[in-house]
């Protein structure tokens, strides 16, 4: 009985795939790490510790990266992948931790300041403004994600506390020169869209 106790505290659990350390799951599930459809096992702690200096190598990381780029190009392997990440968002345990998850690190002030940066950085390719264009533009096309999108924005509008923290940050925002700028440069590339012009055309006129 005192052994297996021992052996229990020198193990732990990683996934199956990318080997970073990941809950026990008994059942295939979506590692948060590497959002791949895998399992959990149980590994020596010692190895745990190689496999995060593993991890630290940018030639490692490359091929786990280029594996999994290569599996998304696979149809069968991504409609698999929607349809486990759809299941496991119907969680409400679930949701609730990756939401808490991804709130912990905007509450560090050096990591918000980071983000903001890399993010202002990336908005600065041409190349990348075109595929986020393109990937909302083909998004909002499909019927069901528009009726998904307007009814979140009518239950966010029902609740005071998110219109006041809207219009603060919104009031906040247009009192800076540069946002206008960005904003007023924006409004006139899409008058230059003919299809834009001409849903607006059609939404004035009703």
């Not at 630290?56 to 091929?63: F, I, L, M, S, V």
């Not at 780029?69 to 119907?90: G, I, L, N, T, V």
């Not at 918000?112 to 950085?121: E, L, N, P, T, Y």
């Not at 966010?156 to 800076?176: E, I, P």
Request: charge should be positive.
């Amino acid at each position: 009985m005192e052994q297996n106790k021992q052996n229990k505290k020198m193990t732990s659990c990683v996934c199956a795939k990318c080997q970073k350390p990941w809950r026990h799951s008994s059942t295939p599930a979506i590692c948060p790490v590497c959002n791949q459809v895998s399992f959990a096992i149980a590994v020596p702690e010692e190895s745990v510790a190689a496999m995060k200096k593993q991890w630290q190598g940018p030639e490692h990381r490359a091929k786990v990266s280029a594996a999994m780029k290569k599996q998304w190009q696979d149809p069968e392997y991504r409609a698999k992948m929607s349809a486990a990440m759809k299941k496991q968002w119907q969680d409400p345990e679930y949701r609730a931790k990756v939401s808490a998850a991804m709130k912990k690190p905007w509450q560090d002030p050096e990591y918000r300041a980071k983000m903001s940066a890399a993010m202002k950085k990336q908005w600065q390719d041409p190349e990348y403004q075109a595929k986020v264009r393109a990937a909302r533009k083909k998004q909002w096309q499909d019927p069901e994600y528009q009726a998904k999108v307007r009814a979140t924005r009518k239950k966010r509008w029902q609740d005071l506390d998110y219109q006041t923290r809207l219009s603060a940050a919104m009031k906040k925002l247009w009192k800076d020169p540069e946002y206008r700028a960005k904003m007023s440069a924006a409004r006139k590339e899409r008058w230059q869209d003919p299809e834009y012009r001409a849903k607006m055309s059609a939404a004035h006129s009703k």
